[in-house]
């Protein structure tokens, strides 16, 4: 069976992280982003995930390598000479995605983080017989984004809404799609949107139902979603496998450490925290609602809440980062310092605090 | 006098990728070395001006980027300049002078009598012939170029003070806290070469003072070089600053324009700084139009011969456009600079901004800034593929690259 993954551009959103890394490559709850979804899919027998990108190939292809490897899944890329929406890309992996077997395949968007339902998906794409399944899931702010209106009962869709003015429904586009390869006909290798043009021609011919998703889903393409989607992951994690989680006096909540991680005394870390590889976390220091990449050194009694901090850098002793705080790679919190949401570029060294959300450049 | 058949070597400082933070959002696209200022990349200028130099033998250009990143650059430019343009990459940081040591050989290969220092990220009219001559008749190891400024604005640079009559640098400090002079270090030097006797006399009175300190364990805790390794030598506090008085270092004073280029801003401001100094050095480089046949031009205006420039748009003054431009109907450009590719559509209007490669600017839009060169949003930059949308107002805002606004924007900085 086969997968295509959307991987598209920049991930300006997620800047200045992705200005280090391409953004399927930043880690979430200390696994690179795309590898969630990749493990996800070899679970339930998917042989071949094609990613779509347009962006920084070299860097993606290198890291495929090893994990085609060691994940025992062939990991292909299909890449974008122009930006083709939501649509396009499939048309362009079209003969990476069919093969005789008739079978469907899976299209996911890279942002997205859930349980992955997929198994679940496979039988209710069985049992309605139609051209394509979609999940959505249930929000409390419905015209922020792309609503699904559907039939209750059989899930089948009957139109898309964009962010309507007034209330039609609360389900929206999870943005995992399972279809069969009749859809790749009418899709044309020119940039089109999945939303606003293939799906509602589908739904017209009663041939598209949707899924109510079960568990947690979050877009982490942006700072403040990721934050949160690491506390529904977490949550998640405790149900299924809470031994992967971190225990000790020294914990509190759900709390996620590398192995090679090292924690001081006295410290209190948690609740959501994810502590990434080769991270030292120096005495006395509290860690809450956030993620500390590969390598980065906490220093004593600093105090870190709702922030991401980067790959290597440092936060000095007594700092206070709170507030939506970006570190990006390498960079330097001088001691005594205090960060309230400050975005700060990579190879930086912070020697004055910043008291108001601001970008440091 | 000095004999005609002497040869000089030019040594142009360029830095390198972490070393300065303050050219972003530019600095993610390109080597700030290699950022066009009034259509030419900014080490275009003083390698210009070094070719003006009688007996020229040798450039280098010094820096800690790849090799890669100046390749194509230094073939193309040794070229068209016939003479040698090579890039030396440091592999760790010496300082200012220690760099200058570090390839003290390759520099010395053409035997020069005499060897020029210059900061790549420095605007000045580069007086050198003046410079070598006046250096000549002072007699000493190395004369210094330096400009007036205001009381206020002297203490960011280094501050001498020179005898009036001799000309002789008599004390050298480096951002002082309290007022010294107002006569400042421009950056650009011209040796003899005992400058290199000088250097290594720094590194092994460091070196004696290193193995010294060794044996007094508290004297180790009071140095407060002790952290420098012995041949990390900067040219500012360890030569200018002691051999000051010592009748080694004089002064050349310029009366023209002078200013650093460490932010977008000041590219900005410098661009049409050397935009006004082609009025006098190169007019057939500026371009000119009424409206007729070509687009109407109002002072200054560089355009690439590939740019295309509708006959119906007006442009100036201080402007810079880029190759492979194309500027639509209607179109009004102020002081600017419009990088390679660029689209602007009809109507549109740019004033005080830094337009990226490849970006597009969408009808009826305008991209402006209130044009302090100083200020952090003083004037407006758009990073590469940037695309401000029809009718879509852009003001004092920096935009990374690969952005579109299709809403628009004050005051923001938008990753």
Not at chain 1, 113 to 132: D, N, R, V
Not at chain 1, 196 to 214: N, S
Not at chain 2, 152 to 163: I, K, P
């Amino acid at each position: 069976m086969k997968a295509l993954i959307l991987v598209g551009g920049f991930g300006t959103r997620l800047r200045p992280l992705t200005l280090s890394v391409p953004k399927p490559l930043v880690e979430f709850a200390n696994k690179p982003m795309i590898l969630h979804q990749i493990e996800a899919l070899k679970e339930i027998g998917v042989t071949e995930v094609v990613l779509a990108i347009n962006y920084q190939p070299e860097v993606m292809l290198n890291f495929l390598k090893e994990f085609e490897a060691k994940l025992g899944i062939k990991i292909t890329c299909s890449q974008e000479t122009e930006p083709l929406g939501t649509a396009g890309p499939l048309a362009l992996a079209r003969d990476k995605l069919i093969d005789d077997s008739g079978e469907p395949f899976f299209v996911l968007n890279s942002d997205v983080i859930s349980e992955y339902p997929l198994k679940e998906m496979i039988q209710f794409h069985k049992t309605h017989g139609g051209e394509a399944s979609i999940m959505v899931t249930k929000v409390d702010e419905p015209s922020k984004y792309g609503v699904v209106v559907m039939e209750e009962a059989t899930g089948e869709v009957e139109r898309f809404v964009e962010k309507p003015k007034i209330f039609v429904g609360n389900k929206i586009n999870a943005g995992i799609y399972l279809l069969n390869p009749s859809v790749l006909d009418r899709i044309e290798l020119r940039p089109t949107s999945i939303e606003k043009e293939v799906f509602p021609k589908i739904a017209a011919d009663k041939q598209l139902y949707a899924m109510v998703l079960p568990g947690f889903w979050m877009d982490i393409g942006q700072p403040r979603d990721y934050i949160t989607g690491l506390r529904l992951y977490l949550d998640s994690l405790r149900k299924k496998s809470s031994s992967r989680l971190a225990t000790g006096p020294h914990v509190v909540g759900n709390v996620l450490v590398d192995e090679t991680a090292k924690i001081g005394e006295g410290c209190l870390i948690g609740p959501d925290v994810a502590i990434g590889p080769g991270c030292v976390v120096e005495s006395g220091v509290r860690l809450s609602r956030c993620t500390v990449m590969r390598g980065v050194r906490i220093k004593k009694h600093a105090c870190i809440s709702s922030s991401i901090i980067g790959w290597h850098s440092t936060v000095g002793q007594w700092a206070r980062v709170e507030n939506m705080t970006i570190l990006g790679e390498d960079v330097h919190v001088c001691d005594e310092i205090y960060s309230n949401g400050g975005v700060v570029l990579p190879h930086k060294e912070i020697k004055s605090s910043i008291l108001k959300p601001e970008i440091v450049m | 006098m000095g004999s005609s058949g002497e040869k000089v070597v030019a040594v142009i400082m360029v830095g390198g990728p972490t070393k300065g933070t303050r050219f972003r959002p530019l600095s993610l696209n390109v080597a700030k070395p290699l950022f066009p200022l009034a259509g030419q990349p900014m080490v275009h200028h003083p390698i210009s001006a070094c070719k003006r130099i009688p007996n020229l033998a040798q450039i280098y250009l010094v820096g800690f980027y790849e090799e890669r990143e100046f390749a194509l650059y230094v073939s193309s430019i040794s070229n068209e300049l016939k003479v040698p343009v090579r890039y030396l990459r440091e592999e760790k940081p010496h300082g200012s002078a220690g760099g200058l040591y570090n390839f003290r050989d390759r520099i010395m290969e053409d035997s020069p009598s005499h060897i020029f220092l210059l900061n790549c990220d420095v605007c000045c009219s580069f007086p050198l012939q003046e410079m070598l001559e006046a250096h000549r008749r002072y007699g000493g190891m190395g004369t210094i170029l330096v400009i007036k400024v205001s009381a206020e604005s002297a203490s960011q640079f280094g501050e001498l003070v020179a005898d009036p009559d001799t000309k002789e640098l008599l004390h050298y400090t480096e951002k002082p806290e309290t007022f010294v002079s107002d006569l400042i270090n421009c950056g650009v030097y011209v040796f003899t070469p005992d400058i290199f006797t000088a250097i290594q006399g720094v590194s092994s009175q460091r070196k004696d003072r290193a193995n010294l300190r060794r044996v007094s364990s508290f004297e180790a805790l009071q140095s407060a070089t002790r952290s420098l390794p012995t041949d990390f030598v900067r040219l500012d506090q360890d030569i200018l600053s002691p051999l000051a008085g010592k009748k080694q270092l004089y002064t050349y004073e310029t009366m023209d324009f002078w200013e650093q280029i460490k932010t977008p801003g000041m590219s900005l401001k410098c661009s049409a700084l050397y935009l006004a100094q082609f009025r006098y050095t190169s007019p057939h480089l500026l371009a000119s139009g009424d409206g007729s046949k070509s687009a109407t031009i109002i002072g200054d205006v560089f355009i690439h011969p590939s740019a295309k420039v509708h006959p119906t748009a007006k442009i100036g003054p201080n402007v810079s456009i880029s190759a492979n431009a194309r500027i639509g109907p209607g179109a009004r450009l102020i002081s600017c600079i419009i990088l390679d590719d660029v689209e602007v559509m009809e109507n549109a209007v740019v004033i005080h901004a830094i337009v990226g490669w490849k970006s597009s600017i969408g009808r009826w839009s305008r991209v402006q800034a209130a044009g302090d060169f100083n200020a952090k949003l003083g004037i407006t930059i758009l990073g590469e593929a940037v695309s401000v949308e029809d009718e879509v107002v852009v003001v004092n805002s920096i935009v990374l690259p690969n952005k579109t606004l299709n809403v628009s924007v004050q005051e923001e900085i938008i990753l």
